[in-house]
C-alpha cells in the first residue's frame, strides 16, 4: 500500500481528503496525529514542517502532498476512481474548483476561527473577530442558500471536490452558527450529505472523538430512520 494520510478524526479539512478517498474506495494507511504527543507530533512536523493536516505521502511516486483540495487533485490526477471529483472539462473544473474555495474561505475558515477561540488560554480570547465570523458565515448561508436552488449537488449534477469540502465545512458550522428556517435549500443539502456513504463513513469514524469537541453543543450524527 503506498498511499498514507496522516490526519485527525475531528479535523474538517481531514475529512475532505477522507471523504474523496472513501468515495473511490482508493487503498491508504491512516495515521493519527496526535500533536499533544511529543513522538507522532516529532514525527509528523519531520514529515510536514509546515504542521497542518491533512498531509498524503505516497511512497510509490515519492510525494509529500500536503493541503486538503491539492491532496484530492492529486489522487484525481494519479488514483482516478469511478467518481470523477474533478471534471476532465476545464470549464467544469473551474466551476468546482471556484466553489470548492467559497466553502473553504467563507464556510470552513469563519467556522474554525469560532471553534479554535475556544481552546485559546483564558483572557486571550477573541470576542470581535468571533462575532465578525459568525456574521460571515449568516451572510454566506444567504449566497448558498441561493446557490443550491434546484441543486442536488455544489457546482453540477455529480457528486465533486465542492462537495468533499462543503460536508465538512457545513456539518460544523451549522453547530456553531446554525441554519435560519428560511435556508431550506442549505440544510437539505447538508442532510443529502450526511446521507453519502463516503461521509457517513467518515462521521462514524469521528464520532468516537466528538467528546473533544470544544463548544457546548457537540456534533451528532442524524441517523436514518
Request: aromatic residues 12%.
Amino acid at each position: 500500500m503506498s498511499l498514507t494520510l496522516h490526519y485527525h478524526p475531528l479535523a474538517s479539512f481531514c475529512w475532505k481528503a477522507l471523504i474523496a478517498l472513501y468515495e473511490n474506495e482508493t487503498p491508504f494507511k491512516p495515521v493519527i496525529v496526535d500533536l499533544g504527543d511529543p513522538a507522532s507530533r516529532d514525527a509528523f512536523y519531520a514529515l510536514w514542517p509546515i504542521g497542518n493536516m491533512p498531509v498524503l505521502r505516497d511512497d510509490a511516486r515519492g510525494e509529500t502532498v500536503g493541503e486538503s483540495s491539492i491532496v484530492i487533485d492529486y489522487l484525481a490526477q494519479h488514483y482516478p476512481g469511478s467518481v470523477d471529483l474533478l471534471p476532465i472539462d476545464q470549464d467544469a473544473a473551474r466551476t468546482v474548483r471556484l466553489r470548492d474555495r467559497v466553502y473553504d474561505a467563507y464556510v470552513h475558515e469563519p467556522m474554525q476561527k469560532i471553534v479554535l477561540d475556544r481552546i485559546r488560554p483564558e483572557g486571550n480570547g477573541d470576542p470581535f473577530g468571533v462575532e465578525a465570523a459568525k456574521t460571515q458565515l449568516r451572510e454566506i448561508y444567504g449566497f448558498l442558500e441561493g446557490a443550491m436552488q434546484g441543486k442536488e449537488w455544489a457546482a453540477s449534477d455529480k457528486f465533486t471536490l465542492a462537495d468533499c469540502s462543503a460536508a465538512p465545512a457545513l456539518f460544523y458550522a451549522s453547530i456553531v452558527v446554525p441554519f435560519e428556517g428560511a435556508q431550506k435549500n442549505l440544510a437539505a443539502y447538508l442532510d443529502r450529505l450526511t446521507e453519502r456513504p463516503s461521509f457517513r463513513r467518515v462521521l462514524d469514524e469521528a464520532e468516537p472523538y466528538f467528546q473533544y469537541f470544544p463548544m457546548e453543543t457537540k456534533p451528532r450524527i442524524r441517523r436514518a430512520k
